[in-house]
Each structure stands twice: as C-alpha cells, then as structure tokens.
C-alpha cells in the first residue's frame, strides 16, 4: 500500500465572489443574498469535526481560495482567522499562510486584519494590466485598483505577493500579453503564475464559443505567448518551477508544491477537495446545501480509497507538472516498484517524442513537453498499470 501521511497543509474554500466571471467554472457563487455568516458557522462545524476525527500534527501551509477569501467583511475574517487558529494551534514556524484576494475587495483594514491573523502570503488574481480585456473577461477590477490593492498589502506588512496573469483571452494580442507581463515585473513580486484560459463547460465563455462569439487566439499565437511569458520571466531572474508558476529563489508556493508532491492536506468548505489517510473526498458543493450538510455530519458528498494504481497515476501526473520532474527513488520509496517498470512504455513514448527527459534523478518535461503538458499528463492515465 503507498504510504499515508497525517496532513500538514489546510485547504479551505471560500465559495463568494463580487459576481461571476465569463469563463470562471469553480464553486463560487454571486455574493448578494447569500448567507456568509450561516457558511462560516458551518465551516467551524466541519472544522471542529474533521480535527477530532483526525487530529493535526503541526501544519506547514494554509491556503484560504475560492472564490473571493477577501470579500469577507473585517468581522468575519476574524471569525475565519480565528477559528482556523483554534482548530491548528500547532504551526511550523516557517507556515506558509496564504489568502487568495482579489482587487476590488481589498482596503487597507482588511488586509491589517489579515495580517495580525498570521496570513503572510497573498495570492492577487490580477489576470490582466489592461481594462478592455479585464472587461471582457467579466473581471469586476480595474489596472488602477490592482496597484492600489499591492500597494496596501505592502503597507500591511506583506512582502510575501503574488499575482495571476492569464494568456489566450479574447481578442488578446502577443502585445498585449507583453505589456501585461512588463507591468507584472516591474512590481518586483517574488512570485508569478501564469494560466492560459480554458474555456469550460457551464460557464458563459462556453455558451459564446459554441456561438462562435468567443475571438480567441489561434493555438500557435497562443503558444507565442507561453514562449513569450516563459523566456521574460526567465530573463527577469524568476526560475518557473510548475508549468505555470515562476518564482524568486526561496518563494515557491510550498502549498502547491505539496499538491504536485501528492502530500495528503485536509479540505474544507463547499465543494473542498481533501486527501487524508489514503482516501480523497469532495465537498458538497451548494452554499446551502453545504450549511444543512455540516449541521448534520461531515459535509462530505464522495469519498474514496485511492488505490495503489490511482496514486501512481496522480503521482506522475501531478509530479510531472513540477521543472524538476519526478525522482526514481521518491517513488520506489513510496511504491515499492521501480518508475520504469511500471511505466517503461509511457516513459519510452513521452521520450521519443520529445516531451519527457531522463535527467540523473528521475525524469522530467522537456521545452516541448511543457507545451504539450496535457498530452504528457494523459499518457499516464488510465493505464490500469
Ligand atoms: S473572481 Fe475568481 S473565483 Fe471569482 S468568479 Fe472570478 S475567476 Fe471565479
């Protein structure tokens, strides 16, 4: 059996949003008329359940997403804070404490209270440095509020920021995506992630694309601009450690890092994904439907074991995101069974077409490959090893 570890990292979902935007597919809902108050109650009934049945040792990352984290009032990011703080009261004194935010919903008091809560990373969806494509995303901020928002977790104390651009938007230019990312350098943060857009089921961007109403760049533009993005980073002294995250030495996000290592994490809030004693389980997803859930029992609407096969799978896929790709002897350690054997034709197929490279260690994506990641990622699942 892979081994099972006692959680480190705390996930937990904030699922309330200004409005939806066009092309966004998570659990997040229109915050008007929606009971915050009633949710957040809930999630302390799942807290308070979830660490008695499985204790925490001490924790090493805490990430609040969503959603919007920061469209909480002061009072109710205290509530959050605080009872995140009672239900993990043992923290490593290096936790990395990250709260998604999104321009628009920050101020100065807020992000006070953030940090005298111990939260010391934020994580700023900025998407992009011009109105016009802001606007036709469904974005509710503008450029000016994006450095407005930097420019007060700075004065809070935070030095810990990142932001999240995003590439193949509608109607955007190799230009344009330039331009973005030199106003995303010349903030000097320590940490970029950088997301081309998918358009995805149920959401309006889908609707507008089977309209043929959504302009999107043509597939070769689109790798222009991940080429483009890649080799400014790189020349700006980032290193990209994931196919979409760059980062100053030192300022990787260690709770993402520990999703790629397949490191279990507990999961809260509607709609959560978490990963505990070898089984994974989601959330119920509705606000509603997640509050009379959590009254009643662990708001849990699936749960599985995740078998040996399964966890080899993941363990490629999600390791394989990373620069440094997997190493032989962390998966013989954690399998028993050689990474070559159990993939000897995958790895021989990825190889010969360029995507993968045998590297001292282990293997990870060649240029080519990170291109392609999905195409790599799929090789490897599914395969009933
Ligand atoms: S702010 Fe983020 S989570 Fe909220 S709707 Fe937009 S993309 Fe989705």
Known sequence: ?????VPRSVYVHIPFCKHKCYYCDFNTYAVQGQPVSDYLHALELELHQTVEQLPPGQIDTIFVGGGTPTILDNEQMRYLITMLEQAFPDRSPSLEFTMEANPGTTAPDKLQVMRAGGVNRISFGVQSFQNELLEAIGRIHRVDEVYESIEWAREAGFDNLSIDLMFGLPRQTLDNVEQSVNKALALKLPHYSLYSLKVEEQTLFHTWYEQN??????????????????????????????????????????????????????????????????RRHVNVKGVQEYIAAATAG????????????????????????????????????QFGVHVDTVFASQLAACIENGLLERTITGFRLTERGRELGNEVFAAFVGVHV
């Open 1 to 5: 059996m892979h081994r099972q570890q």
């Open 213 to 278: 109403r959504l302009p999107l760049p043509a597939e070769e533009e689109e790798l222009a601009m991940y080429r483009l993005i890649m080799h400014k980073l790189e020349a700006a002294g980032y290193h990209q450690y994931e196919i979409s995250n760059f980062a100053s030495p030192g300022k990787e996000s260690r709770h993402n890092i520990g999703y790629w290592c397949n490191h279990s994490y507990y999961g809260l809030g509607a709609g959560a994904h978490g990963y505990t004693r070898g």
């Open 298 to 333: 662990l708001p849990i609407a699936e749960q599985w074991e995740v078998s040996r096969e399964e966890a080899m799978e993941d363990y490629m896929m999600v390791g394989l995101r990373m620069n440094e790709g997997i190493h032989q002897a962390a998966f013989r350690e």
